[in-house]
């Protein structure tokens, strides 16, 4: 009878763990602020002190909001908001940047305390800097 308890309850356990308990410890999660770009994908794009009020939320269900902030006749104004997915593949995340034209991108994270540094596989030598 032991066993038979014993088996149901691991059989219980196992069942009830998904792929969003795992994700729950990604650091990843959570609010961030893009605050720097370095050589960005599209020529001449920096980011504004109102630029820099722009952020993705990462969710542990793998969904995002992202907030685009610009300058609207001298006003620092919510211009866009999106909802999207994120995902992870080893080392390597895909997700939406909230920058008007950029898009989505693959790439490496580098996580530096409230910090991560996004670097896209496609643009290697430009890197965008997030903060929480």
Known sequence: MKKLFLMLFSIALFTSCSDDDENGD???????????????????LVLSECNQNSNITFNSDFSTYSEF???????????????STWSKDNSIYTFTIPFEGIGQLNGTADFQGDTFIFTPIASPDTSIVFEK
């Open 26 to 44: 990604d650091p990843i999660l959570g609010i961030w602020y893009a605050v720097e770009i370095t050589n960005p994908p599209i020529p001449g």
């Open 69 to 83: 902030y610009s300058e609207v006749e001298g006003n620092c104004e919510m211009e866009d908001s999106s909802e």
